[in-house]
């Protein structure tokens, strides 16, 4: 079994080169290491994967039953379990992240989001009326069409898996645009798919990257009847503005700054751990990541000095060590971008603990994690997605205070509160303007509630039957009987 794997296009069932030839290296950020290579697509390879998409809606997959649909979905789930440890070994490979992370994780929760679409779709149902014995009205739900699906490079098959179980299961087809970075696991994603049975132009897959290669190629492309993204901000405008010519469906998850709010109240050893996770886990590439946190002040010394002992406790290192808690960042010119945010946090404010590349690892794209305090509310660090395993503490004194500085922020993706008083949980959940709100727990998730962001961080919500909302077309029929 190979752990490295060279990238072709998947269009129309088969695995191709581009036309042109054209390829770009593979790096492992773990490494610096070369592990292989992927073909290069543009508009070409865009047009030939939209065609055979447009070509299956219209074939066999259009003809399939519900319960064929809902065979084929379950048996990709079933596949990607069954090539578990690859899956994930690739995944790491690609991202840097912990392959115990990859394994126990990202691969599970990418069958599972199978399963569950699988499953939903027996529940999927359409109204109907009748205003009396001479007339009835009732809907009818068809595909949208084709739908592209563009996935960000820190989640990749695991995000990717969120969109395509649903587009397929509502009768959809697909083309899928990888992260250039993180080509591996959608590749083998298509051979599973082939694997499955499911129809040749059904799902296309085709790498490349975004402003003038496969991404703005596919936005733009007329034949294509939505889009769903996740990434970041900036992207989303672009994205949109280039859809629009078509009057494409749009969904957006993008970037998020999420309060993680601390009252005096709350349970500190459940915070700790749990704080722990969503600043550090992945890196702190989560678009959910509590990277700003507001402690009241009663319990601020007490909570920093307790968070910065197990932060200590952390291992950065090899992502295949099973000991490691947090990998290589996903490159070089990322982990500048994370050193850019340092250095302002270091004119602004003060690194309390790490900051710097760990002792004796001179290959790799690693940072250790890093705790920042002192700085002042309009600073950069704490207004915008840093995007690594970078938390800044905040002491705040009033609930009123806190609620208004959470909210001041462009983004609105997620927010978690942490107290013992069931009242003021509410009482805050219901003034924070974000799309995901816990209260006592961090990306605790059920496929069936509505997931999204407001203001910048997304449009629209995914999940259960807001995902069969996206991914479908409502039709009313009215007899006169």
Partial sequence: MSFTKNCL????????????????????PATEEEIGWVAEGGKREIDRAVEAARR?????????????????VRRIGDLILERKEEFARLESLDTGKPY????????????????????????VGTESYQMDAGQLHYAIRRPIGVVGLINPWNLPLLLLTWKMAPALAMGNTVVAKPAELTPMTATLLAEVIKEAGVPDGVVNVVHGFGPNSAGSFLTEHPDVNAISFTGETHTGKIIMAAASKSLKRLSFELGGKNPYIIFEDANLDEVIETTI?????????????????YVQRPIYDQFLERFVERTKQLIVGDPFDPKTNVGALISKEHLE????????????????LGGKRPEGMEKGYY?????????????????????????????????????????ATEYGLSATIWTNDLRRAHRVAHQIEAGVIWINTWFLRDLRTPFGGMKHSGIGREGGAHSVEFYSELTNITVKL
Avoid: M
């Fill in 100 to 123: 115990t992370l990859s394994l126990n994780l990202d691969i599970p929760r990418a069958a599972y989001n199978f399963h569950f679409f699988a499953d939903y779709l027996h529940s």
């Fill in 277 to 293: 996770q969503s600043s550090f886990s992945n890196q702190g590439e989560v678009c959910l990541a509590g990277s700003r946190i």
């Fill in 367 to 407: 940072l250790e994690p890093t705790i920042v305090v002192d700085l002042p509310e309009q600073c950069r660090v704490v207004k915008e997605e840093v995007f690594g395993p970078v938390a800044s503490i905040l002491p705040f004194d009033t609930e009123e205070e806190v609620i208004a500085r959470a909210n």
């Fill in 337 to 352: 971008r994370v050193n850019g945010y340092l250095d302002i946090a270091r004119n602004e404010g003060r690194i309390l």
């Fill in 9 to 28: 296009h998947f269009i129309d069932g088969q695995f191709v080169e581009s036309e042109d030839g054209k390829r770009f290296t593979n790096v492992n």
């Fill in 56 to 72: 299956a809606l219209k074939g066999e997959w259009g003809r399939y039953s519900i319960r064929d649909r809902i065979a084929v």
